[in-house]
């Protein structure tokens, strides 16, 4: 990884028993490989979210961008899910992006969730209604759904940063959700997102 203002590394390991021992660090983003030689990385994700108290940040970034893979990756609680084959990946900016409350998503990942979230959708009915979103969180939902990062959408929606920040924790609060992959899914299945 690139060095990159404001971001550090704690360590690194090669294993899931290895990234186990990391764990009582405190850490404020793992960035971790789904394809572990002692196991697999959604295991580790469960164990990271299993601990509450304050959450790390969780980035995938892996060759495996299958449906099942991706999908039980983000339900084990992903924050973000992109692929190694990208060309110039910036995995600095992508993990800065992960700890102001982005959710990088590869695009072709972004296009599966989303199809997947609309199956999902036309197969259940809707959970309990939620606290209505603002017009404008509404917008920047859909521009998260469509994979943009937190920067893009604030470039596109001409907002400070900060701002979208402030209007994804409220969207997260309003859905009850914790990451951007519940908050997809339960806008999809609540009809605040249509595709």
């Known amino acids: 990884m690139a060095a990159h203002d404001g971001l550090s590394l704690a360590g690194i390991a090669g294993t899931l028993a290895g990234a186990r021992a990391l764990l009582e660090e405190k850490v404020d983003l793992f960035i971790l490989d789904l394809g572990l030689p002692d196991g697999s990385g ?3 994700i469960e164990e990271i979210r299993a601990r509450g108290g304050l959450e790390p940040k969780i980035l995938v970034l892996s060759v495996l961008g299958d ?4 999908l039980a990756a ?3 609680g992903a924050d973000g899910y992109l692929l190694k084959d990208i060309d110039s990946l910036d995995i600095g900016q992508q993990a800065a992006d992960a700890l102001t ?3 990088p998503l590869s695009p072709s990942i972004a296009a599966y969730v989303l199809r997947h979230l609309r199956r ?3 197969d259940s009915k809707s959970d309990d209604a939620d606290p209505p979103l ?3 969180e509404i917008e920047l939902l859909q521009l998260l759904a469509r994979g943009y ?3 893009q959408a604030a470039a596109e929606l001409e907002i400070s940063p900060y701002t979208i920040g402030d209007h ?3 969207i997260y609060r309003k859905l009850r959700v914790s990451n951007r992959g519940e908050a997809m899914v339960r806008a999809f299945r609540s009809g605040l997102l249509r595709l």
């Not at 449906?67 to 991706?70: F, M, R």
Request: charged fraction near 30%; proline fraction near 4%; hydrophobic fraction near 30%.
């Open 120 to 122: 999902q959708r036309e």
């Open 42 to 44: 959604i295991e580790l």
């Open 134 to 136: 603002s017009p404008r």
């Open 67 to 70: 449906q099942d893979t991706v």
């Open 149 to 151: 990062s937190n920067r």
């Open 168 to 170: 994804v924790k409220s």
């Open 74 to 76: 983000v339900l084990a």
């Open 101 to 103: 409350g982005g959710a």
